[in-house]
Every structure is written in C-alpha cells, then in structure tokens.
C-alpha cells in the first residue's frame, strides 16, 4: 500500500510541476506580446498621431520588435496550451505555418528598422502599416483567439 501511495504521490507531484511550466510559460509569452503592443502603440503615437517629439525613440521601439519577433516560435512550445491563454490550438496544428508567420514579422521588422535608419517618414509609415498588417495582424487573425 506504502508502495501505491508513493507512486500516486509522485505523479501529482510531476502533473503539478508540468502544470506550473505550462503556467510559466503562458505568463512570460503573455508578457511578451503584451511588450509588442507597447512598442506598437508608441510607434502608433508618433507616425500617426504627430507626436514628433519622440520620433528618436522609434529605432529603439523597432529594434525592440526585431528582437522580439525573433523569439517567438519558442514562446510557442508544443504542450503549452492553456485555457488563460489567446494562443488558439491551430498553432500546434500548422506549426510550420505559425513559424513562416513569425518569420514574416521579423522581415518586416527588419524593413521598419531600416526605413527609420533612412529617416524618410513617408517610408516609416509604410514600413509601419505594412508590420502591422501582414506582420502581427495576419498571424492574429489566425492564431489568436477573440
């Protein structure tokens, strides 16, 4: 019986923790996308609603979204489904798809970045909608869930 009990024991035990990496995972990619919306709303603020004053700060909002992009099919590891999550079980399905996606925003980040480095606003602003569209757009209307 001693024998049962440890077994049943140390089952919960790895459920458990398997459950909290799960958790832990979910809190960090939220944490992640919720810092791509910061970058995005302040990048929102100064091309399109005329706040020129903190135009020097766009490189550093785009290159946050580089780096950022770059990381996230590892955000996304398989048995990381969750129900607090917005990730919809698609991405696990079309994985290879989800991955292309990312791979789409990271070039486009990449374009953004180098508009900025250009200085030409118009560009920016291109660059801007474009990374917004078929960047973070196309995989949410996909992957996320309402």
């Known amino acids: 019986m001693n024998k049962r009990w440890f077994v049943a024991v140390m ?3 790895c459920i458990s923790s398997a459950w909290a990496d799960v958790k832990a995972i979910v809190a960090y990619r939220q944490g992640v996308m919720k810092s791509f919306g910061g ?12 706040q020129k ?21 590892d955000m996304f ?4 489904e969750h129900r607090k999550s917005a990730a919809k079980k698609e991405i696990w399905k079309n994985f290879p798809d989800f991955t292309s996606r990312a791979q789409t925003l990271e070039r486009l980040s990449q374009e953004f970045v180098q508009a900025v480095k250009g200085g030409d606003e118009a560009a920016m602003k291109a660059a801007f909608q ?11 209307e996909k992957y996320r869930k309402d």
């Open 11 to 13: 089952a919960a035990a």
């Open 39 to 50: 970058h995005m709303q302040a990048l929102k603020a100064i091309l399109a609603e005329g």
């Open 53 to 73: 004053q903190f135009q020097p700060n766009a490189l550093f909002h785009g290159e946050a979204i580089l780096g950022l992009a770059k990381s996230i099919p």
């Open 77 to 80: 590891p398989q048995g990381s």
């Open 130 to 140: 474009k990374m917004g569209k078929e960047g973070c757009s196309a995989c949410h």
